[in-house]
């Protein structure tokens, strides 16, 4: 039996429009939502039903204010998402499908760089790979900022975990254009399916 779900990678304000802002997010997070859309339709359910039967899994960069990602502590990055700002939250129009147990947090330790979801952890400290299994997840879809970097490596870690990957190619925004197209054509040949 098939059991999908959906992963949203780094949704937050500081990669749409703050100190990170990334290509195409605002298009992207209305792709999202559009794509949601279209998952519930014809199901006939109310929203809770159709959250059960296609769970929404958000994760979130989540770090301290002296995080070593950022360019004035040893990293290539400006500050980003510190846990407790208004760039770190999720964009609001995604706020209706986020649940405590499905949020995960990735990059809370100030000394690791974490680009994969796949071990952040939800309030639970459970991490997102452990939830997928208690779901039951076969396909995993995958949507969110930025292509290159936190897209990427956890699409590559959900492929080594054994789920089929489907990117949603509308609902991604990149840092860059050329390296966004040269990574979809990385994950493409390793096996993860560009829709
Ligand atoms: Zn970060």
Known sequence: MRNNALVV?????????GSLACQNAENAVAQTLKYIDSQTK???????????TFPILFIRDHHPADHSSFKEF??????????????GEIHSDLVPYVSEELTFDKGCDRTTEQYSGFEGVNYAEQS??????????????????????????TCTDLLKAGYKVHLLKDCIAY??????????EEMASEGISIE
């Open 175 to 184: 840092v860059d254009y050329e390296g966004h197209l040269k990574a979809l």
């Open 128 to 153: 997102l790979g452990e939830v997928l299994e208690l779901l039951d997840t076969t396909d995993v879809y995958v949507c969110g900022i930025a292509t290159e970097y936190c897209v990427r490596n």
């Open 42 to 52: 014809g199901q006939g359910g109310e929203e809770h039903e159709i959250l059960d």
């Open 9 to 17: 990678v780094d949704m937050l304000y500081d990669f749409i429009d």
């Open 74 to 87: 040893g990293g290539i990055w400006p500050p980003h998402c510190v846990a407790g700002t208004h760039g």
